[in-house]
């Protein structure tokens, strides 16, 4: 008896590939759901941490939606070269004007309504969360992640492409940024969290750092929770967890309570 393959075994082909299954499936654009689209040298990176938890499971559930443009597909010449020496002399790479522009275009062909184009930099405005309110409320977002020594500035002035900056230190590349700003703006959008009341009442919503938290057991280690906490008087623990925001504010992050304080003066 020969080991004769039966017709279904022989009709499926299994070939090796560098791609994971799941992103060699198209992606149905759902139309009026807020999308991020990322230009990147690594969109193998995406979704990352994106994939997980509460961002995960609404992505999955098209809550939201993701889509990555390979910027290596736009390069110029046998070895698709993105990058070139900088004008002028000095060390380092430059992304190129040609390699992006390209890039751009295709990636935004089909954006419609408020769509900001964002490049990850460290010269940009520094993010906040009014900053991802704002981003939140836009029809999606295109983000640039840039590697080397940047990108060629022609590209931000053609484009008025907006800078922001994850905070005042220099990384290998945009992508941890962009994951940080689409986290932080995905759970800002209705559905996500699950429970509103979560996001308005955390740390910046009201300009003040979060109160502490606590929960079971009632006792560890020795420390108590705040009795307050435990009175069932929703009078009281909502008095002490705003003072708690102002002092914690006020230790921690003078800049933010200097900021509080003039616009609390300015609605007197």
């Known amino acids: 008896m020969t080991d004769i393959p039966s017709r279904s075994h022989g009709r499926k082909a299994i070939r090796p590939t560098l791609k994971p299954r799941e ?4 992606t149905p ?14 969109p193998s990176a995406f979704p990352g941490v994106l994939g997980e938890s509460l961002t995960g499971k609404a992505l999955q559930e098209g809550l939201w939606q993701l889509e990555t443009t390979d910027l290596r597909e736009f390069g110029v010449g046998k070895h698709r070269n993105v990058d070139d020496t900088p004008a002028g002399g000095g060390a380092g790479m430059v992304l190129r004007a040609d390699v ?12 419609r309504g408020n769509w900001p184009l964002v490049y990850l930099s460290p010269r940009g405005r520094r993010m906040d969360q009014q900053m991802m309110h704002n981003f939140a409320q836009c029809d999606g977002i295109t983000l640039l992640c840039g590697r080397f020594e940047g990108v060629d500035e022609r590209v931000l002035e053609h484009y ?26 995905v759970r800002l959008i209705p559905g996500v969290l699950g429970n509103q009341a979560s996001t308005e009442e955390e740390s910046f919503a009201s300009g003040l750092l979060e109160h502490p938290q606590y929960t079971r057991p009632a006792e560890w280690n020795g420390r108590a929770i705040p009795d307050v906490l435990m009175s069932g008087h929703h009078g009281k623990i909502a008095e002490w967890r705003h003072r708690m925001s102002e002092d914690n504010t006020k230790a921690r992050r003078p800049d933010l309570w200097e900021a509080h304080s003039r616009k609390k003066g300015s609605k007197r």
């Open 160 to 185: 008025g492409i907006q800078e922001v900056s994850l905070g005042d230190f220099v990384m290998t590349g945009g992508e941890l940024a962009a994951q940080a700003l689409i986290d932080a703006t």
């Open 29 to 42: 654009d759902l139309a009026g759901v807020w999308k991020a689209k990322i230009i990147t040298l690594f």
């Open 23 to 26: 992103l060699m499936t198209p």
């Open 100 to 111: 992006l522009g390209a890039a751009i275009e295709h990636t935004m062909a089909d954006t």
